[in-house]
């Protein structure tokens, strides 16, 4: 897509929820999710107070991008499964939190532009390198799109795991072993933020290779039996 032809996507902040609004529904949801769930959230104090920061996180259950909007001080807007806002309620309420639609499964270059510019204007963007949850609960293999936007964007990174949240109820079908047994409460853990290195031993980071180095980050975050594919100590 040339400049030509860019989209303007106006303010992206405007009909979202914002300031006091924002502060005023995440106290209520925080305050319910520690009740119910046992929510904990540690690490508030990495969040950049401004700018647009890339927030990539591990996914475990469909209530994550929620739990992590509700533990973070800050808005986060995330890129969503286009069948999501089939839903007429559903696409007001995330529209509402900043969510915008991605078609998966193929380059969506309005999707990759849209989160560019929710970066360029100082927005926090969220996104799950990996996709689609891991039903095992250990970290898969990332997509390379997470990637690709953080080094167009050049945006600080900011890690984010949840723990704990695949033994939450309505998670779609899972392991037997990934049941409400055990459970013990949620937890929200953000990490110090970081900045991609553009080379690495004198050859260009690639789209691949940025998202590889966002899950070693997100993987030092986790415990041992988290961390799937990403055990290794072996980073890029």
Not at 54 to 79: K, S
Not at 193 to 215: C, D, H, K
């Amino acid at each position: 897509m040339s400049k030509a032809t860019a989209p303007d996507f106006g303010d992206l902040k405007k009909g979202t929820m914002q300031g006091g609004v924002f502060l005023s529904i995440r106290a209520v949801l925080l305050t319910l999710c520690r009740v119910i769930l046992g929510l904990k959230v540690y690490g508030l104090e990495n969040i950049p107070k401004t700018g647009g920061v890339l927030v990539v996180g591990n996914h475990l259950h469909n209530a994550d991008p929620v739990l992590i909007a509700i533990a973070a001080n800050r808005p986060i807007h995330y890129m969503a499964k286009r069948e999501l806002f089939q839903v007429p309620v559903l696409r007001r309420v995330i529209a509402f939190g900043g969510t915008f639609p991605i078609d998966r499964g193929r380059p969506d270059r309005w999707a990759i532009r849209r989160a560019e510019e929710t970066l360029k204007q100082g927005i926090m963007l969220g996104m799950f390198p990996e996709g689609t949850r891991s039903k095992s609960g250990a970290l898969k293999e990332a997509l390379p799109g997470a990637g690709l936007i953080a080094l167009r964007a050049n945006a600080p990174i900011l890690p984010v795991v949840v723990i704990g949240t695949e033994h939450i109820p309505f998670n779609g079908k899972r392991p037997a072993s990934q049941k409400r047994v055990g459970f013990r409460g949620a937890r929200v853990v953000f990490g110090e933020p970081f900045e991609l290195p553009r080379e690495i031993n004198g050859q260009r980071v690639t789209a691949e290779g940025a998202s590889e180095i966002m899950m070693y980050k997100i993987a030092e975050l986790l415990p041992e039996s988290y961390r799937g594919v990403y055990a290794s100590s072996e980073q890029p």
